[in-house]
């Protein structure tokens, strides 16, 4: 069981926008300013593409951005690309001791 | 951005041990914050542990707690994490990482990731 929230699943049609959803606690994504999301493509390493709720690091697509609203953050992707099929995970800092959390995952599929 | 590689990993039978390194490229290794994590088949990443820059704070996943122990050599920009007492359910990939910014807030590096498959 994660600790964070996440749907297992998205799809959408090259050139939609969709939006992930990743759903905490007042501990965590509702108290953080630090919440980042990941890119996994199969075999590879994770890859962030959003720190701090919504800063894209230099070298990750604008398609890609994030938000947050009381204890959710979203990850929206616009302009879906095949290249953007991937797991996603989100993560939350956390000031107690665990520190780090993070939810189950959402596969992406462009269709 | 720091290269991360990880070594170490492999096939154990179950009780055993093994070690995992992870060799960092820069010599920022010492002033940040370093994690393990893991993933096992078909799942998704699930955090293992994590030391500070000096070794005085360590946390571990209530899963491995009393099994693994993490630690590191700054002089030779290292980390490592010692897995004892294995179990079947402990086969993943690990991924060492580093905490963005000297703390956790993110993790802006990744190894290639190490199998570890513990099996009879």
């Known amino acids: 069981q994660s600790a964070l929230t996440q749907p297992a699943s998205v799809s959408g049609s090259p050139g939609q926008s969709i939006t992930i959803s990743c759903t905490g606690t007042s501990s965590d994504v509702g108290g953080s300013n630090f919440v980042s999301w990941y890119q996994q493509h199969p075999d590879k390493a994770p890859k962030v593409v959003i720190h701090d709720v919504s800063d894209r690091p230099s070298g990750v697509s604008n398609r890609f951005s994030g938000s947050k609203s009381g204890n959710t953050a979203s990850l929206t992707i616009t302009g879906l690309q095949a290249e953007d099929e991937a797991d996603y995970y989100c993560?939350?800092?956390?000031?107690?001791?665990?520190?780090?959390?993070f939810g189950g995952g959402t596969k992406v599929t462009v269709l | 951005q720091m290269q991360l590689v990880e070594s170490g990993g492999g096939l154990v039978k179950p009780g055993g041990s093994l070690r995992l390194s992870c060799a960092a490229s820069t010599s920022t290794f010492r002033d940040s914050y370093m994690t393990w994590f893991r993933q096992a088949p078909g799942r998704g990443l699930e955090f293992v542990s994590y030391?500070?820059?000096?070794?005085?704070?360590?946390n571990y996943a209530d899963s491995v707690k009393g099994r693994f122990t993490i630690s590191r050599d700054n002089a030779r920009s290292s980390l490592y994490l010692q897995m004892d007492s294995l179990r079947a359910d402990d086969t993943a990939v690990y991924y060492c990482?580093?905490?963005?910014?000297?703390?956790?807030?993110?993790?802006?590096?990744w190894g290639q990731g190490i199998q570890v498959t513990v099996s009879s």
């Open positions: 990482a580093r905490g963005a910014r000297f703390q956790l807030y993110y993790f802006d590096s």
């Open positions: 030391i500070s820059a000096g070794s005085t704070y360590t």
């Open positions: 993560s939350a800092y956390r000031s107690s001791s665990t520190r780090v959390v």
